[in-house]
């Protein structure tokens, strides 16, 4: 049975000039599914290599070595995939992050963000073939996390006061570098070599609260799909009298620069591509739904959610990509579209795992769960075991400086490391007098491999009281 079709081939599409379709009934094998719109604004995709145009190739794919060199050389520079970079007063990336920086996890072989990788991959490759009978998307799974503010902001339109660009949510190495928040810090390097089909895989790097979701590190997926009018409307019974641009309005529904024919056709073709895989990774019968929300380099733009063990849950972003950001990497005649998600929440739904802390894991019995002959074996994580939680709770005077959450918690994880399991904001008091804040958090310590003693405990909720006291200039009310 056909997937969705929101456009056929022989279907007089100039009607859809007077109407935006709000409900699409979508068939699949064994069950209609109701994909229904919905608003929202968000902010970047996830719910995160300056090179010449010569140094990428249509290769259906290649692997840029970000090798794992990391260290720092000296108290003030940073040492980072062979390079030196020297700090100014954006530089915030401690070394906890910055021992990460390398490791790679999607491409260790049979780790479950491996799995996740090769299985999007797989089902790519033989979805969508070449003329010549190769793969039409390349994969760029190893390129350098280390981006220009011009790679991660500028090129995708972001502006200069947006809040996803703020030092408090991002890792800078310096006013000019950072590792990167998205992996669509990538898009523009790769069409202005001529790519106009590929997947990008890496780490990406933020500042973000604690608990068992969030990780300074995750990885994300990221996808690219170029149509030239040829491409676009080829199949389109009378196609060779439409356009994809024109000079129109910006509306809700389309860029000022694109044809409705257009702009509805691309998004077909990404619904039906995403709706498609996330069939291949879950299975038939699953019920999804599109809800339409805000990114600064598409328009229009839509979260996937996917009714999941009888919850909504939101598993990717994605839109019609800005022509602007298209026509500056050199693909000026081409429309496209973009997605991207998050591969550790779908690793924790696909297969139940509890904590985004384990993704990091060096347990055997972690990693052999996942050593299977095929990549879409069913698997369902089995906990090896769920130690006692030990509970302190540090609140201080924060300093009269400007204060970030996220300054806080970098102290927590660099400290605590791996075996802080949760942070959480318990309690606010404002002095009657002196007007001076005061912030209480709880710190959930609870290792994955063993049983904490509250001696133990006890010196790191020190060592992370001073840090409090020395670093962010914060009184203590230990």
């Not at 290769?59 to 260290?71: E, F, L, M, Y």
């Not at 500042?207 to 995750?218: A, C, E, K, L, M």
């Not at 139940?352 to 894991?361: A, E, K, N, V």
């Not at 994955?448 to 200039?473: C, D, F, M, P």
Request: aromatic share 12%; hydrophobic share 35%; proline share 4%.
């Amino acid at each position: 049975m056909p997937y969705a079709a929101i456009l056929i081939p022989g279907l007089d599409i100039s009607s859809i000039e007077q109407k935006r379709l709000k409900n699409t009934v979508v068939a699949m094998p064994g069950k209609v599914i109701q994909i229904i719109h919905y608003g929202r604004i968000v902010s970047l995709w996830g719910l995160q290599l300056k090179r010449t145009a010569n140094d990428f190739s249509h290769a259906w794919h290649r692997s840029i070595s970000s090798g794992v060199v990391a260290s720092t050389s000296s108290v003030n520079a940073v040492e980072l995939l062979g390079r030196v970079y020297l700090p100014d007063d954006y530089s915030n990336v401690p070394k906890k992050i910055i021992s990460k920086v390398g490791k790679n996890l999607h491409n260790q072989r049979h780790h479950p963000l491996w799995l996740i990788k090769e299985r999007v991959k797989d089902h790519f490759y033989k979805q969508y073939i070449g003329r010549f009978g190769t793969p039409l998307f390349s994969v760029y799974d190893d390129l350098p996390p280390v981006v220009t503010t011009e790679q991660n902001f500028d090129r995708l339109l972001i502006p200069e006061d947006h809040s996803s660009r703020k030092k408090g949510d991002n890792y800078y190495l310096n006013h000019t570098h950072m590792l990167r928040a998205h992996t669509s810090a990538h898009q523009w390097d790769l069409m202005h070599s001529g790519l106009d089909a590929f997947l990008v895989v890496g780490d990406v790097y933020r500042r973000d609260q604690i608990d068992n979701t969030h990780y300074p590190v995750f990885h994300q997926l990221e996808g690219v799909r170029l149509f030239s009018n040829h491409e676009l409307f080829s199949n389109i019974s009378g196609g060779e009298s439409f356009s994809l641009f024109e000079k129109g309005l910006r509306t809700p529904d389309k860029q000022e620069t694109h044809t409705m024919e257009a702009v509805k056709l691309v998004e077909h073709s990404l619904k039906q591509a995403l709706t498609r895989l996330v069939i291949h990774l879950f299975g038939d019968g699953l019920e999804i739904r599109w809800v339409d929300c805000y990114f600064p380099f598409t328009h229009p733009s839509f979260e996937m959610e996917i009714n999941f063990q009888g919850k909504w849950m939101e598993v990717l972003g994605c839109g019609v990509m800005e022509q602007q950001l298209v026509n500056s990497a050199g693909a000026e005649n081409k429309i496209g579209w973009a997605f991207g998600l998050g591969m550790e929440r779908l690793a924790m739904i696909l297969y139940g795992i509890p904590d985004i802390r384990l993704f990091w894991s060096e347990d055997e019995r972690f990693l052999k769960q996942f050593q299977v002959p095929c990549i879409d074996q069913k698997i369902t994580f089995q906990p090896f075991s769920k130690y006692p939680p030990v509970i302190n709770d540090i609140s201080f005077w924060l300093p009269s400086k400007k204060y970030s959450a996220n300054d806080f918690y970098d102290i927590v994880r660099t400290i605590g490391g791996d075996m802080v399991e949760e942070v959480e904001h318990i309690d606010e008091f404002t002095h009657p007098k002196t007007k001076r804040v005061s912030h209480c958090y709880r710190i959930t310590y609870r290792h994955l491999e063993r049983t904490l003693v509250q001696k133990e405990v006890n010196s790191i909720h020190q060592a992370i009281e001073e840090a409090v006291v020395r670093e962010l200039g914060a009184e203590g009310r230990f």
